[in-house]
């Protein structure tokens, strides 16, 4: 699991992981609620280049994929996979991933709807900040 949330920060723009607020053991709740599936871990030379999650989902699968920059072409094998089961598939990609965006297209993939995350950030930066002593 470990080696799979460094691949999921060093994929995910910092603005977006700062906005989900996940820390480790967060990301590991996160991934508790999809229970029925299987992942799927793309490993070479003891590093971990993608990971993807199918689970069972409407009449067929989703498929959710976190792949290292220049290794998009891995989302193939991985449809074909998937597919060969018979079922429909479906996939969530992320709009900072228009690599991957083009590969899906390539792999057959349609858009069918978008989706957005909304901030509203609750804390306020301190420009400066200063020291108050404490009481006994």
Known sequence: ?????QLYTATVPAIIRQAE????ADWLRSRERFQGG?????????QV?????VRPWRDGFLLEAVLLPDEESAFAPLV????ARGRPLYSLISSYETRLHHVAEDEGFRAQTEWALFIKRLLVRVPQTHLVPMRA
């Open 21 to 24: 607020g996940l820390a480790y």
């Open 49 to 53: 280049h993608g990971w993807a999650s």
């Open 1 to 5: 699991d470990w080696a799979i949330f």
């Open 38 to 46: 299987e992942d799927l871990v793309w490993e070479q030379d003891g």
């Open 80 to 83: 074909e996979a998937v597919a």
